[in-house]
């Protein structure tokens, strides 16, 4: 079935340094793409999205790059904090037809003083 | 501002006993949903409501029951609790159903079935 997956399962980076977490998603239908962070012990917080008619998209600190080619989208993020510290994931949607938000499994995401 | 309030945080149950989770928004969102989030899986979506007085399965609604009791409250039932039940719980909104919309969550319910 369709699915959107994460590469790593654990990401470690040193404070200051710039985190990129990766998603590849299944169906080249889906037209949006959202980033989620969830801390520990609190809902998934909505970080930042992109049109399937877009490459890339820049928030505060974060960067999502999508490569339709290869079906694939990551996470940037610039200057790591402490706070970065969380479970990320993405979702993919699909509108057209059968409509689809589907969430990833996520990537932890460990920021090392 | 408290966007989406889930109501309880924690909660054990026996196994065969009944229990309901309440949520609600503030942010006069058309759409709601119920999650469960579990160990090594993605969020799976229960139930949705795409708009007041709608209510529809999703993924994994076996076991549950839903009321969209006005355009702020969404409640989720569990008539007789199982095991398999055990997980973490989110309610969610949007401003409408069917579109890339960013959902707002609440923090969640932890539910325990023993």
């Known amino acids: 079935g369709e699915s959107v997956g994460l590469h790593l399962p654990t990401l470690s980076v040193q404070e200051g340094d710039n985190s990129i977490i990766n998603c590849a998603y299944s169906?080249?239908?889906?037209?949006?793409f959202i980033w989620y962070k969830q801390e520990s012990g609190k809902g998934p917080q909505f970080i930042i999205d992109?049109?399937?008619?877009?490459d890339k998209r820049q928030g505060q600190r974060v960067t999502v790059l999508l490569n339709k080619t290869v079906k694939h989208l990551s996470l940037q993020i610039a200057a790591t904090q402490p706070g970065d510290s969380a479970v990320y994931f993405c979702?993919?949607?699909?509108?057209?037809?059968?409509?689809?938000?589907?969430f990833g499994t996520g990537t932890r995401l460990k920021v090392l003083a | 501002n408290a966007g989406v309030t889930q109501t309880p945080k924690f909660q054990v149950l026996k196994t065969g006993q009944s229990m309901t989770l309440q949520c609600a928004q503030d942010?006069?969102?058309?759409?709601m949903y119920w999650y469960r989030q579990d160990p090594g899986m993605g969020l799976r979506l229960i139930y949705y409501?795409?708009?007041?007085?709608?209510?529809d399965k999703g993924e994994v609604p076996n076991g549950y029951n839903v009321s969209r009791l006005n355009k702020r409250e969404f409640s989720l039932r569990l008539e007789s609790a199982a095991p398999s039940q055990t997980s973490v719980y989110f309610c969610?909104?949007?401003?409408?159903?069917?579109?890339?919309?960013?959902?707002?969550f609440g923090s969640g319910t932890r539910l325990t079935v023993v």
């Open positions: 969610a909104s949007s401003e409408f159903y069917r579109g890339g919309y960013g959902y707002t």
């Open positions: 169906n080249s239908a889906s037209d949006y």
């Open positions: 992109i049109r399937s008619n877009m």
């Open positions: 979702a993919e949607v699909t509108t057209s037809g059968t409509y689809k938000y589907i």
């Open positions: 942010m006069n969102h058309n759409s």
């Open positions: 409501s795409a708009s007041e007085g709608t209510t």
